[in-house]
DNA sequence: GCTATCACG
DNA sequence: GACGTACGTGATAGCC
């Protein structure tokens, strides 16, 4: 087949696959001599995902992977500096690169390269090619050096996020079309591959010129012109270094090729040959499932270091997930077995499956338990059939199901026997369903915690994730069973041979996993969090979302009226202050009103080119117009209504006539919990009107809400962790914290303390805790950003520790991949040595991770021994945001719970940790949530 | 499904 | 006047 129109040439960027490989995967080594192969690992998975991907209307007729050849290219002719800033190839890469080119000729794809050329200009020579003679091209790469080459049937693709960029992507990045994207890089240059371009010129600011002058030659002809000073001269100096500049960002489109693009048509890999490479590679995984798609057999990889277990080695050797294999469990007989092989074993890993995602409302539909990798069962209780659409038409139970009692009494005593783990995913789930059904199930074990406690910081926890990163496998998705949206069925209307295969791979899938985590987590040192801080909080959490807290409808409904009716008013005098009528809740228009037709000051466009319209904005627009001022009420009132006391009233449950959130204890990367469906953690406090909503969260009748949180926390653990002096002082003589840190800072007396300086000092503790910036300061505190940094500077004169703590932070976590909390939690930080702004991102949040990890972990320790000290009393814990718990008690015992949680809380760092400050909890009491906090 | 906005600690 | 910037979350509305 000659190259023509209707052909489609894909192209990938070799490097960018091999770079992104090495990153993302740990340090695999082969197992019988030790050669590093995860770069090739990764490099296979991720050629082997790309060429089993069905493109659909994007799919290839022709592709090759481009490599970089050797590092003197005719570029560095040009500039002896160009990339002369990039980082020695890391040693266990190096040894990997030919490797990467061998798989690449054992998938039989076409893979090119050249010395003295980059793969840069190959891909675009190549792409010039294909597009000359009517072709399609797509360039498989995320870098925005091919950038230029977009338009007339080329595309990108970032394969990363899936994303097609073509040349409207192009202008989003650059401002200018394709064929002046050199131009723009020129000027704005390049320190990844050390173009110099135009000194004080970036992107925006390129792109501006560009666009006035038509293109970059025009502009230095007519420098002259250029109004700023500055820049004007910057133009003209440096006109010899633009222009080399745009020199080395051109790409050359007549590289000497040795090949055709009819070379390059895509050809079926051979078996043997890709077989035989993976196996020599010892991609016991990869291979199985590659030959399971070429439908052969799988060749046997010996164990050649079976003593010698390696950690990071792939899955073991298990049979492939089969959904066909498992067995569907319909007679008791077959049930007992299951039950002997699970007391004989001694664990098993166990799924449920019911009618809703919302436990409160789940009913159980089935279980699924898996002993051994490969082997699962599916037991089916509440399936049913017929039915379809028609409403009148009668539901009946499916045929081939045991009755739901008999199995649930049968498997009882397996679920609540000591002797027996319980192995999940999300166990939290499963436990709160079995409660439902009487059944009390002890001890587990959590594949989502284990990964959790191990990665935290690199990835989700979900099962899909999971499966996809340590099992090579992608598990069914539940929407091919299941349908989306409106016309989406429950799981018991699926057929049953249907969810056999699903339901019992789920459980097939969650031990395997439990088979890699459970050693991960001794030799990553992490036993200790999964067991004291991660399991026994599922429980805890499990009784708290079951409980539930008491919401008053009629309260919050009457409040919704209220808001309803000031909205309206509000609406009439914003239309009469705009002109017109328009949807005062659209930023889009709100913005052109403001900006284009009363012509306010300050209009700024985001990256999406709409005017940003946020309350900060919308407050430096007050002292000038009404109206902003008047959007500012709407806009509060409208999230209240909207979020609360509209949204609250559907969470009321209708058979407790409570709320009941669900805690995600995986949520957040530094141990805090999060909350959903509905989130109780962002229940309004701050204004007036918003705490108002709290008097809706009711205690019963001869009952009162207790509310105790500790009091500064973080600025307690921060005072710790960085060894501050005058703040560990502070805090054990009980002083007010802002007050001392602002006489300390400006040299003022504490009884001669004004507000405002307190106000000052109160934001600074807090920057430090989030990893200060001048401007992040200066915006806070509306002052100048010379004045915000003079600040800093000071606090970090006054207090050395800080500085001290936050290098050293960001140091450990440059050298470790994580940062700690006091209890040994860790927090991956894999951005910490990226480039540009991610990189500030990085450092703050690692700065950050361990002081809110720390005080997560303490509440999360005195949540775990809460049952056991208010045990007897007549209370209930409800709720955690963060530093506060909220409890439910009879009045009359208020104050003894009071006593027995601060108890509690304020001892939950011992034994583990001795902090040199003490933990202050505040206590607070009412009939309702605004009363109590 | 993405973005902007805003609620909390 | 290079860039973008305080940390961690979740829900809602508008808009494509």
Redesign the pocket.
Same mark, same amino acid.
């Given at each position: 087949m000659t190259f023509g129109k209707g052909c489609h040439l894909h192209l990938i960027d070799g490097s960018a696959f091999i770079f992104r490989a090495y990153h993302a995967l740990p340090p695999l080594t082969r197992k019988s001599d030790g050669l590093p192969i995860g770069a090739v690992s990764g490099f296979c998975n991720m050629l082997f995902r790309y060429v089993s991907d069905d493109h659909g209307a994007d799919a290839p007729t022709h592709v090759a992977v481009i490599f970089d050849k050797g590092s003197h290219t005719f570029r560095n002719d040009m500039y002896d500096l160009y990339k002369a800033n990039r980082d020695e190839m890391p040693e266990d890469l190096r040894p990997q690169i030919p490797l990467t080119r061998d798989a690449t000729r054992a998938f039989n794809i076409a893979c090119e390269e050249m010395e003295g050329y980059e793969a840069d200009d190959i891909i675009a020579t190549l792409a010039c090619q294909a597009r000359d003679l009517g072709g399609r091209v797509t360039i498989v790469s995320s870098d925005k050096d091919l950038m230029q080459l977009v338009g007339d049937g080329v595309e990108m693709l970032d394969a990363m996020k899936n994303r097609r960029i073509d040349v409207e992507g192009v202008e989003e990045k650059f401002g200018v079309k394709p064929d002046r994207v050199v131009d723009v890089q020129a000027l704005a240059g390049d /320190?990844v591959d050390n173009v110099p371009g135009a000194p004080? &010129? #970036?992107?925006?600011?390129a792109a501006l010129l560009i666009n006035e002058f038509g293109s970059l030659e025009e502009l230095l002809d007519r420098a002259e012109e250029i109004k !700023?000073p500055?820049r004007r001269e910057t133009l003209i100096e440096k006109r010899e270094q633009i222009e080399l500049s745009k020199k080395l960002v051109q790409l050359d489109c007549n590289t000497p090729l040795e090949f055709t693009l009819d070379d390059l048509e895509i050809k079926e890999p051979d078996p043997d040959t890709l077989l035989s490479f993976l196996t020599e590679m010892e991609f016991r995984t990869l291979t199985k499932r590659i030959a399971d798609t070429l439908h052969v057999e799988a060749p046997v990889i010996p164990d050649t270091n079976p003593a010698g277990a390696n950690p990071a080695e792939e899955a073991p050797d298990w049979p492939a997930i089969d959904p066909s294999a498992y067995e569907h469990v319909q007679t008791m007989e077959a049930l007992q077995v299951w039950i002997d092989r699970i007391t004989a074993r001694g664990y098993v890993a166990i799924d449920t499956e019911t009618t809703s995602l919302n436990e409160m409302q789940a009913a159980l539909v089935g279980i699924s338990l898996a002993v051994t990798p490969g082997e699962a069962c599916y037991i089916p209780l509440r399936h049913t059939e017929g039915g379809s659409d028609d409403l009148f038409s009668s539901e009946s139970r499916a045929e081939g199901q045991l009755d739901p009692e008999t199995v649930l009494t049968a498997l009882k005593p397996i679920l609540e026997d000591d002797a027996i783990l319980k192995i999940g995913q999300n166990m939290k789930y499963d436990a709160k369903i079995f409660a439902q059904n009487g059944v009390r199930i002890a001890p587990i074990d959590d594949t989502m915690l284990m990964s959790y406690a191990l990665n935290s910081g690199i990835h989700n926890h979900g099962m899909d994730t999971l499966s996809e990163r340590y099992l090579s496998h992608q598990p069914i998705p539940i929407k091919e069973l299941l349908g989306t949206g409106k016309s989406a069925i429950t799981f018991d209307k699926v057929a049953i041979d249907k969810a056999v295969g699903y339901a019992a791979e789920d459980a097939d899938i969650t031990l395997r996993l439990w088979h890699i985590f459970k050693p991960q987590l001794h030799t990553a040192r992490v036993t200790t969090v999964y067991e004291t801080l991660e399991r026994p909080l599922v429980p805890v959490l499990a009784q708290m979302e079951r409980h539930g807290i008491q919401v008053d409808r009629d309260t919050l409904s009457r409040m919704s009226g209220k808001f309803a009716q000031k909205m309206a008013q509000l609406e009439d005098e914003i239309h009469t202050l705009a002109g017109r009528k328009f949807?005062v #809740? /659209?930023?889009? !228009?709100l913005?052109e009103i403001l900006f284009d037709e009363m012509s306010l000051e300050g209009g700024k466009k985001?990256?999406?080119g $709409? %005017?940003?319209?946020?309350? *900060?904005?919308?407050e430096d627009l007050a002292t000038e117009h009404e109206l902003p001022a008047r959007i500012?009420d709407w @806009? !509060?009132l409208?999230?209240?209504k909207?979020?609360y006391t509209? $949204?609250l009233q559907d969470h009321i449950d209708p058979d407790t006539g409570r709320v009941h959130t669900s805690y995600?204890q995986t949520?957040?990367?530094?141990g805090?919990l999060?909350?959903?469906?509905?989130?109780l !953690?962002? &229940?309004?406090? @701050?204004?007036e009107e918003? @705490?108002r909503i709290r008097e809706a969260f009711v205690a019963p009748e001869g009952q009162t809400l207790l509310s105790l949180?500790y009091s500064q926390i973080e600025l307690r653990i921060l005072a710790h962790i960085a060894d501050i002096k005058q703040l560990k002082q502070a805090f054990a003589d009980g002083l007010d914290i802002h007050a001392m840190t602002a006489s300390e800072m400006f040299d003022v007396p504490l009884d001669e303390m004004t507000p405002e300086i307190r106000r000052r000092a109160k $934001?600074?503790n807090?920057?430090v805790? %989030?990893?200060?910036?001048?401007? #992040?300061?200066a915006? +806070?505190l509306r002052i100048p950003r010379g004045d915000a940094q003079d600040f800093i500077n000071r606090y970090f004169e006054r207090f050395p520790g800080i500085k001290t703590y936050m290098d050293d932070t960001v140091a450990f976590a440059k050298e470790h991949g994580f940062v700690q909390t006091l209890f040994g939690r860790k927090i991956h930080t894999p951005e910490i040595s990226a480039k540009?702004?991610r990189a500030?991102?990085a450092r @703050? $949040?690692a700065i950050?991770?361990p002081i +809110?990890g720390t005080a997560a972990d303490i509440i999360r320790r005195a949540m775990i021994r809460m049952p056991a000290a208010i045990e007897g009393l007549p209370c209930k814990m409800l709720l955690q945001?963060? *530093?506060?718990l909220l409890f439910e008690v009879e009045s009359g015992a208020a104050d003894k719970v009071i006593t027995a949680a601060r108890d509690v809380m304020e001892g939950a760092a011992k034994p583990a940790v001795h902090l040199d400050v003490p933990l202050v909890v505040d206590a607070g009491q009412g009939a309702n949530w605004a009363e109590a906090h």
């Amino acid at each position: 087949m000659t190259f023509g129109k209707g052909c489609h040439l894909h192209l990938i960027d070799g490097s960018a696959f091999i770079f992104r490989a090495y990153h993302a995967l740990p340090p695999l080594t082969r197992k019988s001599d030790g050669l590093p192969i995860g770069a090739v690992s990764g490099f296979c998975n991720m050629l082997f995902r790309y060429v089993s991907d069905d493109h659909g209307a994007d799919a290839p007729t022709h592709v090759a992977v481009i490599f970089d050849k050797g590092s003197h290219t005719f570029r560095n002719d040009m500039y002896d500096l160009y990339k002369a800033n990039r980082d020695e190839m890391p040693e266990d890469l190096r040894p990997q690169i030919p490797l990467t080119r061998d798989a690449t000729r054992a998938f039989n794809i076409a893979c090119e390269e050249m010395e003295g050329y980059e793969a840069d200009d190959i891909i675009a020579t190549l792409a010039c090619q294909a597009r000359d003679l009517g072709g399609r091209v797509t360039i498989v790469s995320s870098d925005k050096d091919l950038m230029q080459l977009v338009g007339d049937g080329v595309e990108m693709l970032d394969a990363m996020k899936n994303r097609r960029i073509d040349v409207e992507g192009v202008e989003e990045k650059f401002g200018v079309k394709p064929d002046r994207v050199v131009d723009v890089q020129a000027l704005a240059g390049d /320190s990844v591959d050390n173009v110099p371009g135009a000194p004080g &010129i #970036g992107i925006k600011t390129a792109a501006l010129l560009i666009n006035e002058f038509g293109s970059l030659e025009e502009l230095l002809d007519r420098a002259e012109e250029i109004k !700023q000073p500055k820049r004007r001269e910057t133009l003209i100096e440096k006109r010899e270094q633009i222009e080399l500049s745009k020199k080395l960002v051109q790409l050359d489109c007549n590289t000497p090729l040795e090949f055709t693009l009819d070379d390059l048509e895509i050809k079926e890999p051979d078996p043997d040959t890709l077989l035989s490479f993976l196996t020599e590679m010892e991609f016991r995984t990869l291979t199985k499932r590659i030959a399971d798609t070429l439908h052969v057999e799988a060749p046997v990889i010996p164990d050649t270091n079976p003593a010698g277990a390696n950690p990071a080695e792939e899955a073991p050797d298990w049979p492939a997930i089969d959904p066909s294999a498992y067995e569907h469990v319909q007679t008791m007989e077959a049930l007992q077995v299951w039950i002997d092989r699970i007391t004989a074993r001694g664990y098993v890993a166990i799924d449920t499956e019911t009618t809703s995602l919302n436990e409160m409302q789940a009913a159980l539909v089935g279980i699924s338990l898996a002993v051994t990798p490969g082997e699962a069962c599916y037991i089916p209780l509440r399936h049913t059939e017929g039915g379809s659409d028609d409403l009148f038409s009668s539901e009946s139970r499916a045929e081939g199901q045991l009755d739901p009692e008999t199995v649930l009494t049968a498997l009882k005593p397996i679920l609540e026997d000591d002797a027996i783990l319980k192995i999940g995913q999300n166990m939290k789930y499963d436990a709160k369903i079995f409660a439902q059904n009487g059944v009390r199930i002890a001890p587990i074990d959590d594949t989502m915690l284990m990964s959790y406690a191990l990665n935290s910081g690199i990835h989700n926890h979900g099962m899909d994730t999971l499966s996809e990163r340590y099992l090579s496998h992608q598990p069914i998705p539940i929407k091919e069973l299941l349908g989306t949206g409106k016309s989406a069925i429950t799981f018991d209307k699926v057929a049953i041979d249907k969810a056999v295969g699903y339901a019992a791979e789920d459980a097939d899938i969650t031990l395997r996993l439990w088979h890699i985590f459970k050693p991960q987590l001794h030799t990553a040192r992490v036993t200790t969090v999964y067991e004291t801080l991660e399991r026994p909080l599922v429980p805890v959490l499990a009784q708290m979302e079951r409980h539930g807290i008491q919401v008053d409808r009629d309260t919050l409904s009457r409040m919704s009226g209220k808001f309803a009716q000031k909205m309206a008013q509000l609406e009439d005098e914003i239309h009469t202050l705009a002109g017109r009528k328009f949807n005062v #809740g /659209s930023p889009k !228009q709100l913005g052109e009103i403001l900006f284009d037709e009363m012509s306010l000051e300050g209009g700024k466009k985001g990256k999406t080119g $709409a %005017y940003a319209t946020g309350a *900060d904005v919308l407050e430096d627009l007050a002292t000038e117009h009404e109206l902003p001022a008047r959007i500012l009420d709407w @806009r !509060q009132l409208s999230k209240l209504k909207s979020t609360y006391t509209d $949204a609250l009233q559907d969470h009321i449950d209708p058979d407790t006539g409570r709320v009941h959130t669900s805690y995600v204890q995986t949520g957040a990367s530094t141990g805090r919990l999060a909350s959903t469906d509905p989130n109780l !953690q962002n &229940i309004p406090v @701050r204004t007036e009107e918003g @705490r108002r909503i709290r008097e809706a969260f009711v205690a019963p009748e001869g009952q009162t809400l207790l509310s105790l949180d500790y009091s500064q926390i973080e600025l307690r653990i921060l005072a710790h962790i960085a060894d501050i002096k005058q703040l560990k002082q502070a805090f054990a003589d009980g002083l007010d914290i802002h007050a001392m840190t602002a006489s300390e800072m400006f040299d003022v007396p504490l009884d001669e303390m004004t507000p405002e300086i307190r106000r000052r000092a109160k $934001a600074i503790n807090f920057g430090v805790i %989030y990893g200060i910036s001048g401007f #992040g300061l200066a915006r +806070q505190l509306r002052i100048p950003r010379g004045d915000a940094q003079d600040f800093i500077n000071r606090y970090f004169e006054r207090f050395p520790g800080i500085k001290t703590y936050m290098d050293d932070t960001v140091a450990f976590a440059k050298e470790h991949g994580f940062v700690q909390t006091l209890f040994g939690r860790k927090i991956h930080t894999p951005e910490i040595s990226a480039k540009g702004p991610r990189a500030g991102f990085a450092r @703050r $949040a690692a700065i950050n991770a361990p002081i +809110q990890g720390t005080a997560a972990d303490i509440i999360r320790r005195a949540m775990i021994r809460m049952p056991a000290a208010i045990e007897g009393l007549p209370c209930k814990m409800l709720l955690q945001v963060h *530093d506060e718990l909220l409890f439910e008690v009879e009045s009359g015992a208020a104050d003894k719970v009071i006593t027995a949680a601060r108890d509690v809380m304020e001892g939950a760092a011992k034994p583990a940790v001795h902090l040199d400050v003490p933990l202050v909890v505040d206590a607070g009491q009412g009939a309702n949530w605004a009363e109590a906090h």
